[in-house]
Each structure stands twice: as structure tokens, then as C-alpha cells.
């Protein structure tokens, strides 16, 4: 191996070493424990060694952002591969929970900690996780509307969205409100349940002329 060979992999390995640290600090103290001068200190070099690899504080974060999508795209997957559509939304649905509650610091740094990040991501690169993601739910509510099995105006975009918001709504609430008593299992199924079937015994009311308003 060259010498310019052997100072790259120095240069990539210090790299990853950097992510490393900074994932561990995040996991452990949250975002706002993150700083350069901290950083530095954690992996033994001077802080401007930091800067040669890095821009700033927020480059490392877009970067552990990156990755932490990544993390959750390849949460969703497996269950990606389930052929039944609606069995498929709800093990998609159960492993986006799931990977949010194992991975309360890594959700909240790619949904929660910077807005301009995650919005950044998502609409930058649509081959990006991020993206690829949402089109593993989307493709969910294609399918049905391949099969017929949904109204011809229906937009399975939104649907993923729908679902999206709700998924997200129950992580988020799980990890800033923990007095809720009903688990974020039970949750996500009436969520699935409720957006597949509507609301369970829903009456529809009936007007003046004797027609039933839903």
C-alpha cells in the first residue's frame, strides 16, 4: 500500500472514529451535548484536526442525520417484503415504532432536534433513506389502488403521509410524555385499524329528508 493510500484510510478511519464518538454522545446526553471542543477532547485531537474533516458542529449532525435514516429505512425493509398489502402496513408500522423507542436519541435527532435538517433531507435527495423510506409505506396504498382494492380518487401519497404523521405522533408522544398508560403497540393498531376500517361502530346520522350522513 502507497503512501497516499495509507494516509486516506487514516483519513477515512479518523472520520468514522469522529461519527462514532459524536453517535455515543448523542445517544448518551442528548444534541445539545455535542460541541466541537467536546468532541475534540473525547477523541484526543486538537479541535482544528476536527475542522479538517468536518465544517462545523451541524455537518456532523447532517451526517448523523444521513445515517440515522438510513438506520430507520433498513427498520422498514423486511417487512417490506410481506406480499399482503395491509399485513405488510402493519409490520412497517410496528418496526417504525419500535426502531423510534429503541432509538429515542437517533429519532429525535433525525424528526426532532432541527426541522431545517430532516426537511432538507428529505427534499434534497430523493434517492436519499429518507425518501425511500416514505415510498416503502406509499407503495403500500399503490398496491391496493393497483388491486382495486381502494377508491379510484383515492392518493396513496397522502395516505403515506396520513400514516406517517400518525406513526410519528405516537413515537414522539411515547418519548416526551410517558404518562400515557395505553402502549405505543396498542396505539399504532388502532391507528392501522382505524385508518383501514374507519372508526369502529360509527353510526351514520340521519337528516331531516331520512338520508344517512356518514
Known sequence: MGISERKERQRAELREQILRVARDMVVKEGFSALSMRKLAEAVEYAPA???????????????LCVRGFGELLGALEPGSAVAEPLERLSVMGAAYVRFGLE???????????????????????????????????????????????LATEADPGRLAEALWAGLHGIVSLKLTCAAFQTSAEELRKTLTETLVHGLPGLKPVVDGAGKARH
Open 103 to 149: 432509538h429515542p436519541e437517533t429519532y429525535r435527532l433525525i424528526f426532532m432536534e432541527d426541522p431545517r435538517l430532516s426537511t432538507e433531507l428529505f427534499q434534497g435527495d430523493s434517492d436519499g433513506a429518507g425518501p425511500r423510506a416514505f415510498g416503502l409505506l406509499a407503495r403500500v396504498f399503490e398496491d391496493l389502488k393497483s388491486a382495486g382494492r
Open 49 to 63: 484536526t476536527l475542522y479538517l474533516h468536518f465544517e462545523n458542529r451541524e455537518a456532523i449532525a447532517r451526517e
